[in-house]
């Protein structure tokens, strides 16, 4: 498989959860419209769904950095970034998504399955009286969203690889 291929399919799965997080955040405008309209018209309010708030809120969040990443959203010092031709860019790239971005995301994903496992097997839940049950599903979240961004930096390693090898064949 040409590594362009490969690249394009990577950065379809970070599309894909960049439309799932657009999709989830509708959600959330929906459960915040509906917890306000129960609570100031009908004087009743549902702690099950305002933790449904902030665990869309968290995937929202997750989800949306491997597509942020693929965008080229995510926090770079642009002052010197931005001033540097396309093969140096090339480079701080590669150097900065195998060095600090990878070893990081597989860190965090190793450690998340354990954390998660944990909560699974204690059958964690909210400690709310009327709050939501399996608390592992959102704690699952975390290492799910990481080993995406790991997916994601992947793409941008093969990007700059992409952009390292024409740039390679433009100068000769």
Known sequence: ????????????????????AAVLFLLLLLNVFF?????????DVSIGMQ????HL???????GVPYTLLKDGHVRVDI??????????????LVGSLVLLLPFVLLVTWYGVGFTMESFELGERSGDPG??????????????????????????VLKSVNTLRTAGRRDQ
């Open 57 to 63: 809120y968290a995937t929202i969040f997750l989800l």
């Open 131 to 156: 709050g939501l049950p399996y608390r592992w599903i959102i704690k699952g979240m975390i290492p799910f969203a990481f080993f995406t961004i790991a997916i994601s930096g992947v793409g941008l």
């Open 1 to 20: 498989m040409p590594i362009e291929k490969l690249e394009a399919a990577v950065n379809r799965i970070s599309e894909i959860l960049g439309k799932v």
């Open 51 to 54: 933790e449904l708030e902030w």
């Open 35 to 43: 917890d306000v309209i129960m609570r100031y018209l009908f004087n």
């Open 80 to 93: 010197i970034y931005e001033r540097l031709g396309e093969t140096r860019q090339a480079w701080i790239d």
